[in-house]
């Protein structure tokens, strides 16, 4: 991909618009200047690649409306986390496809609820050929930051992301390295996998503020590196050699001191000392979103100062963003641009 710095990446689609992770969505993301979308991949009962936030999927469809399906409704551990409710991996494609999408964050943004019901679940083939028909649309090179879900926890009821992902790229002509393609994850172990498969592309290791990953947690226990861990000088350097960059949790770039004033953190330079790409997520105009300092007026559904918050976290040089409201960071970006 060609584009100016940095990537603006539409987070699952133009999700400040319409319900995430659907076509309505990634079509929007585009038309609004985004250079690349982000959706999460989970995996059906019969190995179809899916695109939802989560593979419980109450929050983000109609499933719990539907009376056929009352009785999948069930509760699972998921990465240390119990919960309950409908789940991908227990529905054929055939019968998931049925579904409708439905606004994640109704109370935040209400405006979207208007689109409850209009847009059926997405596989992973279906966002390719989306992106090869708007880059047509649009006439410049569009891509895709591919997040792969619960990577352990799918494998260990036999359906292995990596493996199916790396047959979904080949299916489409996405396998090679030919600068459309990132993958992320908040696991290691499945990056590495798909580097063994042959799969091209950038490799980018997704950080939480707190906690630890899934896989360290099942490999070493008590001894397993935490996310912290992995954003020292020395982790830097160690992840350098494993992956292409890192995408950390926008708290994590931009913060508030003592005093109340906002600032950022020399994470971006540390990681570029160490030859890795910085990416951050997720930028959002709502005031629940933002920095304290940043907040505008009554209500945290009301727009608050993100132009400054936005520009804080661009000025630091990082590489990439996440915006559920794409035109708003392509907006930011061009203003940062050098006069020609």
């Known amino acids: 991909m060609s584009h100016a710095s940095p990537l603006i990446i539409g ?85 998931l496809s049925t579904l409708r999408a439905r606004e994640r964050l109704p109370k935040m943004r209400p405006a979207n609820t208007a689109f409850d019901g209009r847009y059926p679940i997405l596989r992973l083939r279906d966002l390719f050929e989306l992106i090869a028909e708007s880059a047509d649309r649009h006439g410049r090179h569009l891509g895709l930051v591919a997040e792969i879900k619960h990577a352990s926890y799918f494998e260990s009821i036999g359906l292995p992301l990596d493996e199916l992902f790396a047959a979904e790229l080949d299916d489409a002509g996405w396998r090679g390295g030919d600068g459309r393609l990132i993958v992320e994850s908040f696991e ?58 890192i995408s950390v949790d926008r708290s994590m770039i931009v913060r508030q001191d003592a005093a109340g004033t906002p600032q950022t953190s020399d994470l971006v330079d540390l ?48 590489d990439g963003v996440f915006a559920d409201h794409p035109d708003l960071a392509v907006a930011v970006r061009d203003s940062l641009r050098p006069a020609a």
């Open 271 to 318: 990681a570029h000392s160490a030859m890795l790409e910085v990416y951050t997520w997720t930028l959002r105009p709502e005031n629940r979103f933002l920095l304290p300092a940043h907040r505008a007026g009554v209500g945290q559904a009301r727009h608050g100062d993100w132009w400054g918050e936005f520009e804080l976290i661009m000025g630091t040089g990082i």
């Open 11 to 95: 987070h699952r689609g133009a999700s400040g618009y319409r319900p995430e992770h659907t076509a309505a969505a990634y079509e929007l993301a585009f038309a609004l200047g985004a250079d690349a979308v982000e959706p999460d991949i989970v995996a059906t009962r019969d190995g179809v690649l899916v695109l939802r936030h989560e593979n419980e999927i109450s929050g983000t469809t109609d499933v719990a409306a539907r009376p056929e399906f009352a009785g999948l409704r069930t509760t699972k551990t998921i990465d240390g986390h119990e919960q309950t409710g409908w789940f991908t991996e227990d529905f054929t494609w055939g019968e």
């Open 188 to 245: 290691l172990t499945v990056l590495g996998k798909l580097t063994a498969r042959g799969v091209g592309g950038r490799k980018v290791f997704l950080i939480e503020a707190s906690g630890t990953p899934e896989d360290q947690r099942l490999a070493h226990g008590p001894a397993a590196h935490s996310y912290a861990d992995f954003v020292t000088e020395a982790g830097l350097y160690a992840l350098g050699g494993l992956v292409d960059g």
